[in-house]
């Protein structure tokens, strides 16, 4: 089959889980010989995006040679032919054009882009069925937690032919909210087993991946504030503001650890993973890629982490975030209202796995038990199905 993937985000390197899992679904399907275009932005403004200093680093890390051509960056990566477009002002143009040339049998567009530039240019050529592939419920236009609802945008959605997400929590949440059945299945987003067992009752920092109001910034610093001998590492992408960065470094025992499409490189430093969300997250990546690795994860019970964490405890109570500001901070982002935290259940969660030894091995062994049988499902065979007998096809040519 030929697919041409499009996202909002780029492609290298993929700091976010909503980017790695779309880059690794597109490398799980070209090593299954089928031919896989990807076009994207190359750049943004950082922290959203990635500046081209890091583009052109991560290339240089995996040795890949690039052309440029009519303003796309174009390089290969894993049996993947990416076109990373150096200007977004023109990407709708060039996405057409590359549909018209590619003639791709599907196109599988990522729901994280509130401008939805990429699903209107690819339902306009409309040549051939557009899946779209959903992660993150609060960038969606419709929902009681979305940031950005929009009744317009809604409709544009519901054009595509198939709307698929992965996740049984954000399935749930979807078929609530719009008349939509979408198609729930498991990426495989996190690499090849076997996976390193980092679990370190000693050593490591207490981590916090994306430090920002929405991945409970609050609670870590009051956690660090709390734990003065422990230390703490932040990890800034996405989410992270300026002034994140300024409260972060005014701490003595919170360190801030370089972001890396390489997730070892931190969790390798890293005792246990801390993801005190305050939004409605749908199965954070890093969970489980933190859990394969035999790294104890405490976290908030909020939106699909129920699901994901997969039986193995340390889930706490918070106040999510319900609405934002109608103004935006400098990540071009909505400003979120967030609710005063009781900061009691997570320190008593911390100080049970730092002050028990035999505790912290358990959930290490029980963690990454659960998260290998979990990842050792996940076949890329089931979304090859899904494209190649969903009726889609037929549907579309009918």
Same mark, same amino acid.
């Given at each position: 089959m030929k697919l041409l993937f499009t996202m909002h985000m780029p492609y290298l390197p993929p700091l976010g889980g909503a980017n790695k899992t779309i880059r690794y $679904?597109?490398?799980? %399907?070209?090593?299954?010989?089928?031919?896989?275009?990807?076009?994207?932005?190359?750049?943004?403004?950082?922290?959203? =995006?990635?500046t081209e200093?890091?583009?052109?680093?991560?290339?240089?890390? #995996?040795?890949i040679r690039c052309t440029l051509n009519q303003g796309a960056y174009i390089f290969h990566l894993n049996g993947v032919e990416v076109h990373a477009v150096s200007d977004e002002e023109i990407i709708s143009w060039y996405l057409k054009n590359q549909i018209n040339q590619f003639q791709p049998d599907y196109i599988i567009v990522a729901a994280e882009d509130i401008t939805q530039v990429l699903l209107k240019t690819s339902l306009?050529?409309?040549?051939?069925?557009?899946?779209?592939?959903?992660?993150?419920?609060?960038? %969606?236009?419709?929902?009681?937690?979305?940031?950005?609802?929009?009744?317009?945008?809604?409709?544009?959605?519901? /054009?595509?032919?198939?709307?698929v997400v992965n996740s049984k929590f954000l399935a749930d949440y979807v078929h609530h909210w719009i008349d939509?059945?979408?198609?729930?299945?498991? $990426?495989?987003?996190?690499?090849?087993?076997?996976?390193? *067992?980092?679990? *370190?009752?000693?050593? =490591?920092?207490?981590? %916090?991946?994306?430090p920002c109001h929405l991945k409970g910034i609050?609670?870590?610093?009051?956690?660090?504030?709390?734990?003065?001998?422990?230390?703490?590492?932040?990890?800034?992408?996405?989410?992270?503001? @300026?002034?994140?960065?300024?409260?972060?470094?005014?701490?003595?025992?919170?360190? %801030?650890?370089?972001?890396?499409?390489?997730v070892d490189l931190i969790l390798s430093k890293t005792r246990i993973l801390l993801v005190p969300s305050l939004?409605?997250?749908?199965?954070? !990546?890093?969970?489980?890629?933190?859990?394969?690795?035999?790294i104890p994860v405490i976290s908030s019970n909020v939106g699909g982490i129920e699901e994901i964490n997969l039986g193995t405890g340390f889930m706490l109570p918070v106040k999510p975030i319900e609405r934002v500001a109608h103004s935006f901070n400098k990540n071009?982002?909505?400003?979120?209202?967030?609710?005063?935290?009781?900061?009691?259940?997570?320190?008593?969660?911390?100080? /049970? !796995?730092?002050? *028990?030894?035999? !505790? @912290? #091995?358990? /959930?290490?062994?029980?963690?990454?038990?659960?998260?290998?049988?979990?990842?050792s499902q996940i076949?890329?065979?089931?979304?090859?199905?899904?494209?190649?007998? =969903?009726? $889609?096809?037929n549907n579309f040519l009918a």
């Open positions: $679904l597109a490398e799980a %399907l070209a090593l299954r010989k089928h031919s896989v275009v990807v076009i994207v932005p190359a750049f943004g403004e950082p922290p959203g =995006g990635v200093k890091q583009f052109f680093e991560e290339q240089e890390r #995996y040795g306009s050529v409309r040549k051939c069925p557009v899946i779209c592939i959903a992660q993150t419920p609060s960038l %969606l236009p419709f929902g009681f937690y979305s940031f950005y609802p929009d009744r317009q945008k809604t409709s544009i959605l519901k /054009q595509v032919d198939a709307f939509i059945q979408p198609i729930t299945i498991y $990426l495989p987003a996190y690499g090849q087993p076997p996976f390193p *067992n980092f679990g *370190n009752f000693e050593y =490591g920092f207490i981590t %916090l991946v994306n609050s609670i870590f610093i009051k956690l660090a504030d709390q734990f003065p001998d422990l230390e703490f590492a932040a990890v800034p992408t996405w989410g992270t503001t @300026y002034q994140d960065r300024v409260w972060l470094e005014s701490i003595s025992n919170i360190y %801030l650890l370089q972001p890396s499409s390489d939004w409605l997250e749908n199965i954070p !990546l890093i969970i489980i890629e933190a859990m394969l690795r035999g071009k982002r909505m400003i979120p209202l967030v609710p005063e935290q009781k900061i009691s259940p997570w320190y008593n969660a911390l100080f /049970q !796995l730092i002050s *028990n030894r035999e !505790l @912290y #091995y358990q /959930q290490s062994s029980l963690v990454r038990s659960a998260a290998d049988k979990f990842v076949k890329i065979e089931a979304f090859e199905d899904f494209l190649r007998y =969903g009726s $889609l096809k």
